[in-house]
């Protein structure tokens, strides 16, 4: 394990991330926010935040030599998971120094929440908290939505040598990602701006929808990521408006679809879209998902009508099965058939090399026909059968590694429902608590609820779900493998 190039990289983004400071420092320098009693100043929080990481990631950088023309995979998979804490530990600095998380394992669990883009959350009061802090969570979103370390190989060209480990160990959906150019500093760099690009449309989408500049851009930062930080304490019901919910429905869908279709519309190539077939596969879901919640919504009660029960579940199904997690509707007050069903297309989630978190729908779309080819097998068990996505065949690495994921991520979940279980959450709040940091998505069902927020769960649980949500958002197999002894020996 090449120790020197891990440090290299990390002080790179250790830098990087000071220069993410600078934009919160300026919105809190901006409003002057009163300092809450016994802390210091958003602003100086911010200060401090930007001298420590800064020094700290220049001695990183130029002490350690860089190595990554000899990157492995191991090494890969190591550096992303090693910069993705060090980022959540800095990134926790602001809100512990200021005092909106007097506990740094709660400025921890909502800088990671940040980061992975997972939108759960301990703040009670949103509403109260500075202007500053407010704009970093968001912030924190968007950049972890595409990548830290997809951001530094966009920006720092040097990582451009050997770093297609890196690029493999971060972005989501893994081995059914491919580079839209031959060169990763471009793809990086396409993707970067296919990005910014949605970001800066909504933006003035929801600027002409009726938001000031700060809700427009703090919202958009974490729509494109499907992250689900919002500074306000009712989310997006508290605008109660049509037509900023359809923006943001809209932008949440294109944050849960591949960004490498974002990348052929721009060129005007649309046959790619529609002959996808996970991108089918996530519309059909959509659709179908929004009509049956409808449905259930006025079976409750006959007095509701159609177009609001349509308005709730159309944002709820979008929000949910693109792990954004923004709300309208407290949908823990609905029937538990339809709380049921959140929860199965909350660990779908969206397409593979989207922002979206959880399973992915490429995923499932496998497994399926996994179980299909096994079901062929048992009436034909000389036959030879291929597992097909469109016209591709499925190799078996790709095949077993989908397996093992789905088992991973089943006991994982078993495994955290379990601990909180015994730490005296109950079995609704502890097993949707942990399916909601798992798979990256922030809301659950329980005391974890739409409405809700994770301040009561206990300090214990709250690092193990902060495991769960670097676990998630990296897809497992990166960070077991630091735990493990064969990945450290030469």
Not at 31 to 57: D, H, K
Not at 86 to 100: N, V, W
Not at 308 to 318: G, L, P
Request: hydrophobic share 50%; net charge neutral; charged share 10%.
């Amino acid at each position: 394990m090449n120790i020197r190039a891990i440090l290299n990289v990390v002080g790179v983004l250790l830098v990087l991330l000071s220069g993410l400071t600078l934009a919160p420092m300026g919105v809190a320098f901006y409003f002057g926010n009163a300092p809450l009693e016994g802390f210091m100043s958003e602003t100086s929080a911010f200060v401090w935040t930007f001298s420590l990481s800064l020094i700290s990631g220049l001695m990183l950088w130029k002490v350690f030599p860089s190595g990554l023309n000899k990157l492995r995979d191991r090494e890969g998979f190591a550096i992303v998971t090693v910069s993705w804490l060090s980022m959540s530990l800095f990134g926790a600095l602001p809100l512990y120094l200021s005092g909106t998380c007097p506990e740094f394992i709660d400025a921890f669990f909502e800088s990671t929440s940040g980061f992975t883009t997972t939108g759960a959350s301990i703040l009670q009061d949103i509403d109260v908290v500075p202007h500053g802090i407010l704009f970093w969570r968001n912030l924190m979103q968007w950049v972890g939505g595409m990548g830290i370390i997809l951001l530094s190989l966009a920006i720092f060209p040097m990582l451009g040598i050997g770093s297609f480990h890196l690029f493999k160990a971060e972005i989501p959906g893994g081995s059914t990602v491919e580079q839209t150019q031959p060169r990763l500093a471009e793809t990086a760099k396409i993707l970067w701006k296919t990005y910014l690009a949605l970001t800066l449309m909504e933006i003035i989408a929801l600027r002409f929808a009726g938001l000031n500049w700060f809700d427009a851009v703090c919202h958009t930062f974490s729509t494109v990521a499907t992250g689900g930080f919002s500074p306000h304490n009712g989310s997006i019901g508290s605008f109660d408006n049509v037509y900023i919910e359809s923006i943001i429905i809209l932008f949440m869908f294109l944050g849960g679809v591949n960004f490498a279709l974002h990348f052929q519309l721009f060129r005007r190539n649309f046959s790619v879209l529609f002959k996808n077939p996970e991108f089918k596969a996530y519309c059909t879901m959509l659709v179908m998902g929004t009509l049956f919640v409808t449905w259930g919504l006025t079976q409750v009660s006959g007095n509701v009508d159609a177009s609001q029960a349509f308005r709730s579940a159309a944002f709820t199904v979008v929000s949910i099965n693109t792990t954004t997690g923004f709300v309208t509707d407290d949908f823990n007050m609905w029937p538990d058939y339809l709380k049921l069903f959140m929860v199965v297309i909350m660990m779908v989630g969206g397409c593979s090399g989207s922002t979206s978190g959880s399973f992915k729908v490429i995923r499932f779309i496998i497994l399926l026909k996994i179980i299909m080819r096994e079901l062929k097998l048992l009436t034909h068990p000389r036959a030879i059968f291929h597992v097909k996505v469109g016209n591709k065949t499925i190799d078996a690495d790709d095949l077993s590694n989908v397996a093992a994921l789905t088992f991973l991520f089943i006991g994982f979940s078993a495994l955290g429902g379990i601990l909180l279980s015994a730490m005296g959450v109950d079995l609704t709040t502890a097993m949707t608590a942990t399916v909601a940091s798992l798979f990256n998505i922030g809301p659950g069902l329980g005391d974890v609820g739409a409405m809700g927020n994770f301040s009561e769960i206990p300090a214990l649980g709250k690092g193990i779900l902060i495991l769960f949500m670097l676990l998630g958002r990296l897809e497992i197999y990166g960070v077991i493998l630091l735990f493990l002894p064969m990945t450290w020996r030469k």
